[in-house]
């Protein structure tokens, strides 16, 4: 066991390469607080807190998470940087998933580290290469999402995922899917929508669709539950999600078929892995892992989570130039063929964190001494 000595916070601003939007709104700079956790010896562990500028996606934002990570959470480190006491001792702490998730992951990617093992192999992953799509937000035309697909598409993602809204999803889903009949192709409401919208909803069943995200409010497991009974597409459930209890009580409730785990949604990878055990163990449902538009630091967990043996369908974890010119880390992720990543077979994410690239994109940083 080791000593933890120093933690760094850093708060970078990184430009998408093109906007990304959604039924919430639209992200040109992506916020995240890279978090870096030093021992004595000198290594680093790194983790990403991927609350977002505004309370949109979940009521975290880029200032909230700094705040309760620097004033609360850091003291909660332990002196041998433990993760699971770490989260133990983050419990008292209500919410603010994506700032615990932050700390918790970079204890992890430490402690893979401190052993000489990959990240995914000390959290039970069964394969290194895992299996990704991409995620296209909502565009000004059809023509123009048309576009984005066929360019994906032609860059070797072979699942795509399209975000729908109020006035953006039938007419879309059907020009779609009348120009690739055969593409695995989903949809993504993030809680858009709510039961009065089913009957028209319902019609999303003709269009072959993996499964359909998150399309009511994201306390309504009821709704979904509701839903779910009078359509055949399988509901997956995201913003609902935000501990194994609501995975529980959406099984229970057959409230969606399938989840997607986002680590910092959920408050980290022990919370993540008990979902997945749950979920996709015990009740023989699949999982996948979605993206909140990481860093090369947030992606490195990402892609250790869907090395995990439950994880069934593509995630959500596409190439950093999907995302941005300039990546934060050494090496920048790159899709391979068969569209996959690989979980490198290098100690933790098995990536490295460029300290120029890091500094450049940063717009504040603070430095805690411990123990
Ligand atoms: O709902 O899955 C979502 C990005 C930001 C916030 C919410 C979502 C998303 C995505 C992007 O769909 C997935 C990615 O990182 O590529
Ligand atoms: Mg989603």
Known sequence: ?????????????????????????????????IVGVEDESGTVGWGEIVAGEGPWYS?????????IALDFLVKMIPEDGDPEK?????????????AKAGIEMALWDLKARL??????????GVRREVRVGVSI??????????????????QGYARIKIKIA????????DRVRKEYPDIPLQVDANAAYTLLDGPRLKKLDDYDLLMIEQPFHYSDLLEHADFQSMIKTPLCLDESIKSHREAVAALRLDSARIINIK???VGGIIESLRIHDIWSMKAH??????????????????VALATLPGVAYPSDISASDRYYEEDIVDEPWKLQPGSKLVAPDKPGIGVEVDYDKLVKHSKRTKEVRLH
């Open 285 to 302: 449902r699949p999982v996948w892992i979605g993206g909140m538009l990481e860093t090369g630091v947030g992606r490195g967990h990402l």
């Open 59 to 67: 009521y975290e934002t880029v200032w909230t998470a700094w705040h």
């Open 115 to 124: 052993e000489g093992v990959p990240l995914y192999r000390l959290i039970g």
């Open 1 to 33: 066991m080791t000593r933890v000595k120093r933690v760094q916070f850093y708060e970078v601003w990184m430009p998408l390469k093109a906007g990304f939007r959604t039924s919430f709104g639209e992200t040109r700079l992506r916020p995240a607080i």
């Open 86 to 98: 770490f989260i133990a001792s983050a419990e008292r702490v209500r919410g603010h998933n994506m």
């Open 166 to 173: 109020p006035g953006w999803d039938l007419e879309v889903v």
């Open 263 to 265: 680590p910092g949604r």
């Open 137 to 154: 937000g909502i565009k000004d035309s059809v023509e123009e999402l048309l576009e984005a697909i066929a360019y994906y598409l032609d």
